[in-house]
C-alpha cells in the first residue's frame, strides 16, 4: 500500500522567509502528485498538481514544488512567505489501482507566518 | 456552479444516536470519497464510490456506512454515533469520464464540524 509522509508537523516563519515542506511518498508505480492547502475553517484547495513533464511545477500565490522521482520526493516550495499563507498544507499521491483512483494524503503540515 | 456541497455543516449528537451527513455534486464526477480529518493525522478515508451504486472501504471503515443511490449523491451514515467519531467530516469527488483518469484532482466539500458527546 502507498504512503505519504510529510517531514514537518508545524513550521514557524517570519514574513519574507523561505519556505521548504517535505513530502515523500512509498509506491513503485506511476503516481499523480498533488499540494492541497486548507486555510483556517476552510475546505481543502488544490495548490499545485503534477502529472508528467517538467518536474519542476508552478502553482498559484507564488508556490511551487520539485518532484524527484530518484528520492521519491514531492516538495513545496516558495522563496518568500506572507502572514496569508498560514494554513495547513498536505501531500497527496493519486495512483491507479484495481477500482479507479486511489488518493492519499500526508498528515499535513501547519504553517504559521509571523508578520 | 456549486461543486461539492455537505450538510449538515455543523452537529452535535449524543452517544448511540445516528445520523447521516449528504454530499453533493454538480460536475458529473463519477468517483465520491469521505474523509474525516483529526488533528495530526491528515486526511483519513473512510469510504468511496467509483460509481452510482457501487461503494469500498477505506482505510477507516468502521461504524460508517455509505450509499451511493445516486451519481451526483453519496451518503455518509453513522448507526450508533461514539465519541470517537468526533470529528471534521469531508467529502471529496473526482474524475470526469472522456479524461484522463489519474490526471485529475479531487473537489473538496467545506467540511461537516461533527461533536458526539
Known amino acids: 500500500a502507498q504512503s505519504v509522509s510529510q517531514h514537518n508537523h508545524h513550521v514557524i516563519l517570519s514574513e519574507a522567509a523561505s519556505l521548504e515542506l517535505g513530502c515523500n511518498y512509498s509506491?513503485?508505480?506511476?503516481?499523480?502528485l498533488f499540494w492541497y492547502v486548507q486555510y483556517p475553517g476552510q475546505h481543502l484547495q488544490l495548490l499545485l498538481k503534477?502529472?508528467?513533464?517538467?518536474?519542476l511545477v508552478k502553482g498559484i500565490k507564488g508556490f511551487e514544488a520539485e518532484f524527484i522521482k530518484s528520492k521519491f520526493s514531492f516538495n513545496l516550495r516558495k522563496p518568500s512567505v506572507q502572514w496569508s499563507d498560514t494554513a495547513e498544507y498536505f501531500c497527496?499521491?493519486?495512483?491507479?489501482?484495481?477500482?479507479?483512483?486511489?488518493?492519499?494524503f500526508g498528515p499535513g503540515t501547519r504553517l504559521s507566518v509571523l508578520p | 456552479n456549486a461543486g461539492v456541497t455537505q450538510t449538515p455543516k455543523f452537529r452535535v449528537l449524543k452517544t448511540g444516536q445516528s445520523m447521516t451527513l449528504l454530499c453533493a455534486q454538480d460536475?458529473?464526477?463519477?468517483?465520491m470519497y469521505w474523509y474525516r480529518q483529526d488533528p495530526g493525522m491528515g486526511l483519513r478515508l473512510i469510504h468511496y464510490?467509483?460509481?452510482?451504486?457501487?461503494?469500498a472501504k477505506g482505510e477507516v471503515p468502521d461504524g460508517y456506512n455509505v450509499s451511493r443511490l445516486k451519481k451526483q449523491n453519496f451518503l455518509l451514515g453513522l448507526e450508533s454515533a461514539a465519541p470517537s467519531q468526533t470529528s471534521v467530516y469531508f467529502c471529496?469527488?473526482?474524475?470526469?469520464?472522456?479524461?484522463?483518469?489519474?490526471?485529475?484532482?479531487?473537489?473538496f466539500g467545506d467540511g461537516t464540524r461533527l461533536s458526539i458527546l
Open positions: 509506491y513503485g508505480g506511476t503516481v499523480n
Open positions: 503534477y502529472f508528467s513533464g517538467d518536474p
Open positions: 497527496a499521491v493519486c495512483s491507479r489501482d484495481n477500482y479507479g483512483q486511489n488518493f492519499v
Open positions: 471529496a469527488s473526482s474524475y470526469t469520464p472522456g479524461q484522463a483518469l489519474t490526471n485529475q484532482p479531487q473537489h
Open positions: 460536475m458529473n464526477h463519477e468517483y
Open positions: 464510490s467509483v460509481g452510482e451504486g457501487t461503494t
